[in-house]
C-alpha cells in the first residue's frame, strides 16, 4: 500500500510524533511510506531524536498546509490510507482509507458528520482523551496507548549501583508542563531543609518560542541546587533516568480544560522502566498509567517524596512494580493493534 502520515507538529519531535513515526516505521517494512512534510531533513533529525528507523520513509509535499481544497483532493486520492494527527481540524482528504488520531481531547470540533465518514477510524492515545473528546468523535474512537520504549540500564547501573540524590522531570519547557510548579516545591523543602543533598534536574526540548519561560525558570531556580537539561541528548537522557531516585511531574496542575492536562505521560512511563519512582499529579491520563503517588497538591508532592526517600533500603518491590506496569505499554503491542486495525478497514 501507499501510505502517507501527516502532523502539523513533526518538528516540535514530541509524544505524538514518536506515535506516528513508530508505526510509520513498522509499516515502512512492508509499504511504500511517506511523510507529509517539505523539509527532507526532519527524517534524520527525528532518528537522532528518537532512535527509530526511518530510513524507508520519504518526504513529501505537505500539501495540507495549503488552502487549495483542489490539490488537497487531488494529491490525496493517490493513496491508500492517510494517518493524520489533528490539531482539532478534520483535514480534507480523498484517500482510500483515512485514520484520524487524537493526542488532545478537543472538546469542540467544527465538523460536519459527512465530513467525518472519510474516515475509517479514530483513535486516541489514552481514554482520557477519549472521554472528554467532542462525543460526536469520542464516541467512534477506540484507544491504543502509545509505544514506550524502556530505558536502557547506562554503563553506571551494574552490579552494586546507587542512585544519585537526583529528582528528575522531563518534558517540553512549556508553561502546561509546570516546571515552575515543581521549582517552587523544591525551594520550599529546600528552605525547610527537607531534600537537603538532593538535585532537581529539569530536561526537555526547547523551542524558540517558549524561550520566554525557560528564561523565567533560570530566574526562579538561582541560588537553588536545580540543573537544566535543553534538548538534550538521548543517550543524556538515558543517563538522567538511570541516576534518578525520582521523577516529578506537575502537568495539569491548576488547570481546568482537559486538553491543558497530561494527556497520557509518555515520559511517567520511560521513569518507570528504569527503576526511577514517579510522583506525579493525579490527572490526565496519568491514572491510567500508575495507581499511587497521584497527587493533588504540591504539599502530597513533598510528603510523597520525603516518603520514598526516607524509606530509600525498601523500594526494590515498589521499584521492581513499576518497571513490570512500564512494559504494557511496549511497542510490539501497539504495532499489532494497528494492523489488526487496518486489517479491519481494509
Known amino acids: 500500500m501507499k501510505i502517507g502520515f501527516y502532523s502539523p507538529y513533526f518538528d516540535s519531535m514530541s509524544g505524538g510524533e514518536r506515535y506516528l513515526l513508530t508505526i510509520a516505521s513498522h509499516w515502512s517494512k512492508s509499504h511504500d511510506v511517506f511523510l507529509f512534510w517539505d523539509d527532507p531533513k526532519i527524517l534524520v533529525q527525528s532518528e537522532k531524536r528518537f532512535h527509530i528507523d526511518l530510513t524507508r520513509i520519504r518526504t513529501t509535499e505537505n500539501v495540507f498546509k495549503t488552502k487549495n481544497v483542489f490539490k488537497k483532493l487531488a494529491i490525496s486520492r493517490g493513496y491508500d490510507l492517510i494517518f493524520f494527527l489533528t490539531d482539532g481540524s478534520i483535514p480534507t482528504t480523498f484517500a482510500k482509507r483515512n485514520i484520524?488520531?487524537?493526542?488532545?481531547?478537543?472538546?469542540?470540533?467544527?465538523?460536519?458528520?459527512?465530513?467525518?465518514?472519510?474516515?475509517?477510524?479514530?483513535?486516541?492515545?489514552?481514554?482520557?482523551?477519549k472521554d472528554h473528546?467532542?462525543?460526536?468523535?469520542?464516541?467512534?474512537?477506540?484507544?491504543?496507548?502509545?509505544?514506550?520504549?524502556?530505558?536502557?540500564?547506562?554503563?553506571?547501573?551494574?552490579?552494586?549501583?546507587?542512585?544519585?540524590?537526583?529528582?528528575?522531570?522531563?518534558?517540553?519547557?512549556?508553561?502546561?508542563?509546570?516546571?515552575?510548579?515543581?521549582?517552587?516545591?523544591?525551594?520550599?523543602?529546600?528552605?525547610?531543609?527537607?531534600?537537603?543533598?538532593?538535585?532537581?534536574?529539569l530536561a526537555g526540548g526547547l523551542q524558540p518560542a517558549d524561550k520566554l519561560y525557560f528564561d523565567a525558570l533560570k530566574r526562579a531556580a538561582k541560588g537553588l541546587p536545580v540543573r537544566f537539561f535543553p534538548n538534550c541528548t538521548f543517550r543524556?537522557?538515558?543517563?538522567?533516568?538511570?541516576?534518578?531516585?525520582?521523577?516529578?511531574?506537575?502537568?495539569?496542575?491548576?488547570?481546568?480544560?482537559?486538553?491543558h492536562m497530561e494527556h497520557f505521560g509518555i515520559t511517567?512511563?520511560?521513569?518507570?522502566?528504569?527503576?526511577?519512582?514517579?510522583v506525579v499529579f493525579n490527572g490526565g491520563g496519568q491514572s491510567e498509567i500508575i495507581n499511587r503517588n497521584l497527587w493533588t497538591t504540591p504539599d502530597e508532592c513533598l510528603e510523597m517524596t520525603q516518603h520514598i526517600i526516607q524509606n530509600v533500603k525498601d523500594l526494590?518491590?515498589?521499584?521492581?512494580?513499576?518497571?513490570?506496569?512500564s512494559k504494557r505499554f511496549n511497542v510490539i503491542t501497539f504495532t499489532k493493534a494497528f494492523d489488526a486495525l487496518v486489517s479491519d478497514i481494509t
Request: net charge positive; charged share 20%; glycine share 6%.
Open 316 to 325: 526494590s518491590a515498589l521499584r521492581e512494580d513499576m518497571i513490570q506496569r
Open 236 to 259: 543524556s537522557l538515558t543517563g538522567l533516568y538511570n541516576e534518578s531516585l525520582v521523577y516529578w511531574h506537575a502537568a495539569g496542575y491548576g488547570a481546568t480544560k482537559p486538553e
Open 133 to 201: 473528546l467532542d462525543p460526536r468523535v469520542g464516541k467512534q474512537s477506540i484507544v491504543i496507548y502509545p509505544p514506550v520504549e524502556p530505558v536502557k540500564k547506562s554503563s553506571l547501573s551494574g552490579s552494586g549501583f546507587a542512585r544519585k540524590n537526583v529528582i528528575l522531570s522531563v518534558g517540553r519547557f512549556h508553561p502546561m508542563k509546570k516546571q515552575d510548579v515543581l521549582i517552587d516545591v523544591f525551594r520550599k523543602a529546600m528552605r525547610a531543609k527537607q531534600l537537603s543533598g538532593f538535585e532537581l534536574k
Open 268 to 278: 511517567t512511563v520511560e521513569a518507570m522502566s528504569a527503576g526511577c519512582i514517579p
Open 100 to 129: 484520524l488520531h487524537f493526542q488532545v481531547p478537543f472538546q469542540h470540533i467544527p465538523v460536519h458528520p459527512i465530513k467525518l465518514l472519510r474516515f475509517q477510524a479514530i483513535v486516541c492515545n489514552s481514554f482520557f482523551t
